[in-house]
């Protein structure tokens, strides 16, 4: 089996802060993704990638920047922290069309 | 785009009557992969199960959904509720040969009681 594994748990950031959040995987798996989940809304995909240098917008992704320099990590800045972005962001990983694995999430907190 | 709808936000039911969850969704693609999620309290989205098969049922773990085309629909079923089974259900949708973006429906909140 795999694991995916993201970094930090918790981010703090000041209103108007470049944040970032990583990820890694070790199942090899090709496509990845960043989800952003808050209560009510469920899961809304912000930006995916589905090989090493690729990267395609979701529907959330304005504000939001994401890097893939490499097949196992997938990173996700916040441009400019709000405090109406608090939320839980989700990294997923897949083959193909299939099943996606998803880490233990990062909790964005703005001060 | 696409998307998928989760009409209940919450659904509340004593142990032992029967679930049933309501996806339904629209997309231009003609076989897409429909799935269900399950997320339990302070824990990730797992899958349940999923299917890419017109009007075949697919199970997992007691649960059951079936892939109607005709109606866009992929409601989940269980035919009684166990309080283990209190947990958020998520229904999603890739566009199968049409691309990776895998898009989820706002969720259902699943609350079972004794």
């Known amino acids: 089996g795999g694991i995916i594994t993201q970094t930090p748990k918790f981010l703090i950031g000041q209103e108007g802060q470049k944040l970032t959040l990583k990820c890694q995987q070790n199942?090899?798996?090709?496509?990845m993704y960043w989800y952003r989940q808050d209560s009510g809304k469920g899961l809304r995909l912000i930006y995916y990638?589905?090989?090493?240098?690729?990267?395609q917008k979701g529907d959330l992704s304005e504000g939001y920047d994401a890097s893939r320099e490499k097949k196992s990590s997938f990173s996700l800045t916040v441009t400019s922290a709000q405090k109406n972005e608090m939320a839980v962001f989700l990294c997923?990983?897949?083959?193909?069309?299939?099943?996606?694995?998803f880490g233990e999430g990062s909790r964005l907190i703005v001060v | 785009g696409d998307s998928v709808t989760q009409t209940e936000g919450l659904v509340t039911l004593t142990e032992g009557l029967p679930v049933m969850l309501n996806c339904t969704y629209q997309?231009?693609?003609?076989?897409?992969?429909l799935f269900w999620y399950v997320q339990h309290l302070n824990e990730s989205p797992r899958l349940l199960l999923k299917?890419?098969?017109?009007?075949k049922r697919t199970e997992h773990q007691g649960f059951h959904a079936t892939l109607h085309k005709s109606s866009s629909s992929f409601h989940l079923q269980k035919s009684s509720a166990q309080l283990s089974d209190s947990a958020l259900y998520y229904c999603?949708?890739?566009?199968?040969?049409?691309?990776?973006?895998?898009?989820f429906g706002s969720g259902t909140r699943l609350l079972v009681s004794p």
């Open positions: 997923a990983s897949s083959i193909g069309q299939g099943t996606l694995y």
């Open positions: 199942f090899n798996h090709d496509t």
């Open positions: 990638s589905i090989t090493e240098n690729d990267l």
């Open positions: 997309t231009i693609y003609s076989n897409p992969f």
């Open positions: 299917s890419f098969t017109d009007n």
């Open positions: 999603a949708l890739s566009p199968g040969t049409g691309g990776y973006k895998v898009v």
